[in-house]
């Protein structure tokens, strides 16, 4: 009897600790993850900090009226991914759009983190009263030259600027619209943006407000995966994770149209009219796609000017290659004698996309051409910057791609 009140006891005793134990992870979970949201989601000082600026004549353009005064765009769902870079779902009137927003009060050129400088303390500082519109266009010009070299079209990107800057298209640039527009030009999101505003793969931009900008939704957020909730996402092992992200994908002709899409896109960055864009985070959460599975870029923060990077890094300090990386994916060389990295590229775009589509294409690929498929996704995966005739080569393997997967699914619905 007495043994039994023991083990009563013990058993009692045993279960209260557990339930403890429950109690207190589960608190801990919910604390860290809230002190993250908090973190991670501050759409309110975002808002707080533009309308401020706009309320006071210091900002305007073509979204601060509806963001500040109509109240008729607001942040929807939190999609942030960095504090300093805030990112909402966005309702504008009937129109569903994703807001961008930069939080960081300084300005932090580290490759090992941004190329984008942050907002100074005294924020929209330039340019200042009794800048002529004239001298404003020179500004842009030097920002232009500097980030993306002597391109002989430079005049018609200012123009193009220009008209963008003029939000309430009045046919005049007011000053507070032009320091709008110079927040924004800092962003190299914003001016891809600009640049490749007639691509049928970049998002358009659907309006702005100091360095706030909305830009068009895209209905699926990743190349492929599903989404989990945070609580399962703790316990999945990350290379389990990867494995089942590929089982959640769409049907391969839709996958090939997709992928086909995504090398229209390496075409559309590839020394264009403005230069060579350098893709350093070919991630698949970067890329998404629409309702008739068509390509749509999601994040391209990190798609630089190719001379803007080659600019940073040659004076950059290395001891060993890993030092010379900026982004996941842009990678030079250290230069061990000058203790300096150097400034070619490793990867083209090309290879980086080749080898994000390797699993995403072979995985369902019909029989009849999947060695073809295979042989050729590893002749691009193995293209190299400094190969000879690059250019030709990297024409040539894109193009080949593109037939073959566009040859299988042109007779589908899917095309």
Known sequence: MHGGRVRFSYMRMKYLFISWLVVFIGSWIIYVQYSTYTELCRGHDCKKIICDKYKTGVIDGSACSSLCAKETLYFGKCLSTKPNNQMYLGIWGNLQGVIKCQMEETIHLDLGTELEPRKEIVLFDKPTRGTTVQKFKEMVYGLFKRKLGEQGNLSELVNLILSVADGNKDGRVSLPEAKSAWALLQLNEFLLMVILQDKEHTPKLMGFCGDL???ERVEYTSLYGISLPWILELFIPSSFRRSMDQWFTPS?????????GLLEFVEDIFHGPYGNFLMCDTSAKNLGYNDKYDLKMV?????????????????????????????TDCRTLCDQ??????????????????QLLKDYLLRGAPSEIREELEKQLYSCIALKVTANQMEMEHSLILNNLKTLLWKKISHTNDS
């Open 299 to 327: 994040d391209m923060r990190k798609i630089v000017p190719e001379i803007n990077l080659k600019e940073l890094l040659k004076d950059r300090h290395c001891e060993s290659d890993l030092d010379c990386v900026y982004g």
């Open 213 to 215: 900008y909305v830009m």
């Open 337 to 354: 004698s000058k203790m300096k990295c150097t400034t070619e590229i490793i990867q083209p775009n090309l290879a980086k996309v080749c």
């Open 252 to 260: 391969w002709p839709r996958k090939a149209k997709i992928a086909i």
